[in-house]
Protein backbone atom coordinates (compact mmCIF):
# COMPACT_ATOMS: atom_id res chain seq x y z
CA UNK A 1 0.00 0.00 0.00
CA UNK A 2 1.07 3.71 -1.09
CA UNK A 3 2.43 5.82 2.48
CA UNK A 4 4.50 8.26 3.88
CA UNK A 5 6.44 7.73 6.92
CA UNK A 6 8.02 10.46 9.17
CA UNK A 7 9.51 8.91 11.94
CA UNK A 8 10.21 11.48 14.11
CA UNK A 9 6.83 13.11 16.19
CA UNK A 10 9.04 15.78 17.71
CA UNK A 11 12.25 17.60 16.89
CA UNK A 12 13.75 20.16 19.29
CA UNK A 13 16.71 22.27 17.95
CA UNK A 14 18.46 25.38 19.07
CA UNK A 15 17.95 28.54 16.88
CA UNK A 16 21.19 28.96 14.73
CA UNK A 17 21.56 24.77 14.31
CA UNK A 18 21.17 22.38 12.00
CA UNK A 19 18.17 20.51 11.04
CA UNK A 20 17.14 17.49 9.10
CA UNK A 21 13.57 15.88 9.29
CA UNK A 22 13.18 12.49 7.72
CA UNK A 23 10.59 11.02 5.42
CA UNK A 24 10.53 7.63 4.05
CA UNK A 25 7.76 6.91 1.22
CA UNK A 26 6.14 3.33 0.04
CA UNK A 27 5.32 3.32 -3.58
CA UNK A 28 5.10 1.02 -6.82
CA UNK A 29 6.84 3.92 -9.29
CA UNK A 30 8.77 7.16 -7.87
CA UNK A 31 6.20 9.80 -6.51
CA UNK A 32 6.25 13.26 -6.84
CA UNK A 33 7.54 14.87 -3.71
CA UNK A 34 6.81 17.38 -1.62
CA UNK A 35 7.30 19.31 1.94
CA UNK A 36 4.30 21.58 3.46
CA UNK A 37 4.76 23.72 6.50
CA UNK A 38 1.65 24.07 8.96
CA UNK A 39 2.27 26.72 11.91
CA UNK A 40 -0.48 26.61 14.60
CA UNK A 41 -4.08 27.41 13.24
CA UNK A 42 -2.75 27.99 9.78
CA UNK A 43 -3.14 26.33 6.49
CA UNK A 44 -0.21 24.30 4.60
CA UNK A 45 2.44 26.25 2.45
CA UNK A 46 4.60 24.57 -0.04
CA UNK A 47 8.31 24.76 0.85
CA UNK A 48 9.65 22.63 -1.88
CA UNK A 49 8.48 19.58 -4.45
CA UNK A 50 10.93 17.27 -6.31
CA UNK A 51 9.37 15.33 -9.53
CA UNK A 52 12.79 14.71 -11.68
CA UNK A 53 15.88 15.67 -12.17
CA UNK A 54 18.65 16.97 -10.10
CA UNK A 55 18.26 15.32 -6.34
CA UNK A 56 19.18 17.61 -4.12
CA UNK A 57 16.12 20.73 -4.26
CA UNK A 58 16.20 24.46 -2.72
CA UNK A 59 12.60 25.65 -1.75
CA UNK A 60 11.95 28.51 0.14
CA UNK A 61 12.68 29.74 3.74
CA UNK A 62 16.12 28.59 3.14
CA UNK A 63 15.17 25.00 3.37
CA UNK A 64 16.34 22.52 0.74
CA UNK A 65 15.53 18.20 0.40
CA UNK A 66 17.32 15.75 -1.21
CA UNK A 67 16.03 12.83 -2.72
CA UNK A 68 17.33 9.23 -2.31
CA UNK A 69 15.64 6.88 -4.36
CA UNK A 70 17.67 3.85 -2.97
CA UNK A 71 16.11 4.81 0.34
CA UNK A 72 12.87 5.80 -0.56
CA UNK A 73 13.55 8.65 1.05
CA UNK A 74 13.00 12.84 0.96
CA UNK A 75 14.83 14.18 4.18
CA UNK A 76 14.45 17.99 4.75
CA UNK A 77 17.61 20.21 5.73
CA UNK A 78 17.94 23.64 6.80
CA UNK A 79 21.87 24.65 7.35
CA UNK A 80 20.48 27.09 10.40
CA UNK A 81 17.51 27.36 12.68
CA UNK A 82 15.40 30.63 13.03
CA UNK A 83 13.20 31.11 15.96
CA UNK A 84 10.23 31.53 13.13
CA UNK A 85 10.52 28.02 11.98
CA UNK A 86 8.86 26.72 14.42
CA UNK A 87 6.03 24.64 13.54
CA UNK A 88 4.09 21.57 11.99
CA UNK A 89 6.08 19.90 8.85
CA UNK A 90 4.65 17.46 6.42
CA UNK A 91 5.90 15.47 3.83
CA UNK A 92 3.51 14.28 1.11
CA UNK A 93 4.22 11.63 -1.41
CA UNK A 94 1.56 10.59 -4.59
CA UNK A 95 1.10 11.35 -8.38
CA UNK A 96 -2.76 11.83 -8.28
CA UNK A 97 -3.28 10.04 -5.41
CA UNK A 98 -1.76 12.20 -2.67
CA UNK A 99 -0.61 10.98 0.68
CA UNK A 100 0.85 12.51 3.40
CA UNK A 101 2.87 11.60 6.41
CA UNK A 102 1.69 11.89 10.30
CA UNK A 103 4.04 14.92 10.70
CA UNK A 104 6.91 16.34 12.38
CA UNK A 105 6.64 19.57 15.04
CA UNK A 106 9.59 21.62 15.17
CA UNK A 107 10.66 23.25 18.28
CA UNK A 108 13.18 26.01 18.46
CA UNK A 109 15.19 26.88 21.61
CA UNK A 110 16.85 29.81 21.77
CA UNK B 1 -9.42 35.03 -7.34
CA UNK B 2 -10.72 33.29 -3.66
CA UNK B 3 -9.09 29.95 -5.10
CA UNK B 4 -10.30 27.15 -2.88
CA UNK B 5 -13.15 27.99 -0.28
CA UNK B 6 -15.04 25.51 2.08
CA UNK B 7 -18.32 26.11 3.62
CA UNK B 8 -19.00 25.86 6.55
CA UNK B 9 -15.88 27.40 8.77
CA UNK B 10 -17.10 25.56 11.60
CA UNK B 11 -19.92 23.09 12.19
CA UNK B 12 -21.10 21.37 15.84
CA UNK B 13 -23.29 18.50 14.91
CA UNK B 14 -25.00 15.86 17.47
CA UNK B 15 -24.09 11.91 16.63
CA UNK B 16 -26.32 10.95 14.14
CA UNK B 17 -27.28 14.09 12.18
CA UNK B 18 -26.21 14.49 8.37
CA UNK B 19 -24.33 17.48 6.95
CA UNK B 20 -22.50 18.36 3.75
CA UNK B 21 -19.47 20.35 3.25
CA UNK B 22 -18.98 22.23 0.27
CA UNK B 23 -15.44 22.49 -1.38
CA UNK B 24 -15.31 25.39 -4.44
CA UNK B 25 -12.70 26.14 -7.06
CA UNK B 26 -11.75 28.90 -9.02
CA UNK B 27 -8.79 27.53 -10.70
CA UNK B 28 -9.85 25.91 -13.31
CA UNK B 29 -7.68 22.01 -11.57
CA UNK B 30 -8.55 18.70 -12.29
CA UNK B 31 -8.00 17.08 -9.56
CA UNK B 32 -9.96 17.47 -6.10
CA UNK B 33 -9.11 16.10 -2.83
CA UNK B 34 -10.49 16.19 0.95
CA UNK B 35 -8.06 15.60 3.68
CA UNK B 36 -8.83 15.07 7.61
CA UNK B 37 -6.50 16.30 10.10
CA UNK B 38 -6.36 14.98 13.54
CA UNK B 39 -3.26 15.13 16.08
CA UNK B 40 -0.68 13.44 15.55
CA UNK B 41 -2.22 11.69 12.53
CA UNK B 42 -1.44 14.24 9.80
CA UNK B 43 -3.50 14.82 6.97
CA UNK B 44 -5.26 11.67 5.62
CA UNK B 45 -6.39 11.72 2.32
CA UNK B 46 -10.78 10.22 2.42
CA UNK B 47 -11.87 10.80 -0.94
CA UNK B 48 -10.24 11.97 -4.60
CA UNK B 49 -11.28 13.14 -7.86
CA UNK B 50 -9.24 13.26 -10.33
CA UNK B 51 -11.31 14.64 -12.85
CA UNK B 52 -15.12 15.56 -13.18
CA UNK B 53 -17.04 12.52 -13.64
CA UNK B 54 -14.72 10.50 -11.45
CA UNK B 55 -14.38 9.44 -7.95
CA UNK B 56 -11.66 7.08 -5.53
CA UNK B 57 -11.61 6.36 -2.14
CA UNK B 58 -8.28 7.60 0.17
CA UNK B 59 -7.50 6.24 3.32
CA UNK B 60 -10.16 6.47 5.51
CA UNK B 61 -13.39 6.72 3.65
CA UNK B 62 -15.45 5.23 5.35
CA UNK B 63 -18.01 7.17 7.05
CA UNK B 64 -18.23 9.73 3.84
CA UNK B 65 -19.48 10.31 0.56
CA UNK B 66 -18.98 12.50 -1.86
CA UNK B 67 -19.88 14.40 -4.98
CA UNK B 68 -18.27 15.99 -7.84
CA UNK B 69 -20.97 17.93 -9.20
CA UNK B 70 -19.23 20.12 -11.74
CA UNK B 71 -15.41 21.18 -12.28
CA UNK B 72 -15.48 23.63 -9.78
CA UNK B 73 -17.37 21.92 -6.80
CA UNK B 74 -16.81 18.33 -4.51
CA UNK B 75 -18.99 18.24 -1.60
CA UNK B 76 -18.19 15.37 1.21
CA UNK B 77 -21.15 14.23 3.02
CA UNK B 78 -21.57 12.83 6.37
CA UNK B 79 -24.64 10.70 6.09
CA UNK B 80 -24.84 9.68 10.15
CA UNK B 81 -21.83 11.81 11.88
CA UNK B 82 -19.88 10.17 14.74
CA UNK B 83 -17.77 12.03 17.37
CA UNK B 84 -15.03 9.98 15.67
CA UNK B 85 -15.62 12.22 12.96
CA UNK B 86 -14.73 15.02 14.71
CA UNK B 87 -11.67 16.54 13.17
CA UNK B 88 -10.64 19.44 10.60
CA UNK B 89 -11.50 18.84 6.97
CA UNK B 90 -9.85 20.22 4.51
CA UNK B 91 -10.26 20.32 0.35
CA UNK B 92 -7.68 20.74 -1.84
CA UNK B 93 -7.17 20.89 -5.40
CA UNK B 94 -4.29 20.41 -7.89
CA UNK B 95 -3.42 21.35 -11.74
CA UNK B 96 -0.74 19.12 -13.17
CA UNK B 97 0.68 15.82 -11.43
CA UNK B 98 3.70 17.74 -10.82
CA UNK B 99 2.12 20.61 -8.95
CA UNK B 100 1.70 21.37 -5.66
CA UNK B 101 -2.00 20.94 -3.96
CA UNK B 102 -3.52 24.52 -2.84
CA UNK B 103 -5.83 23.83 0.16
CA UNK B 104 -8.87 25.95 1.11
CA UNK B 105 -8.91 27.24 4.74
CA UNK B 106 -10.07 24.28 6.59
CA UNK B 107 -14.03 23.09 8.00
CA UNK B 108 -14.02 22.64 11.71
CA UNK B 109 -15.93 19.80 13.00
CA UNK B 110 -17.61 18.86 15.91
CA UNK B 111 -19.49 15.86 16.59
CA UNK B 112 -21.28 15.36 19.98
Known amino acids: AQSVTQPDIHITVSEGASLELRCNYS??????LFWYVQSPGQGLQLLLK??????LVQGIKGFEAEFKRSQSSFNLRKPSVHWSDAAEYFCAAGRREMRFGAGTRLTVKP | NAGVTQTPKFQVLKTGQSMTLQCAQDMNHNSMYWYRQDPGMGLRLIYYSASEGTTDKGEVPNGYNVSRLNKREFSLRLESAAPSQTSVYFC???????????FGNGTRLTVT
Open chain 1, 50 to 55: YFSGDT
Open chain 2, 92 to 102: AVMGLMNSPLH
Open chain 1, 27 to 32: YGATPY
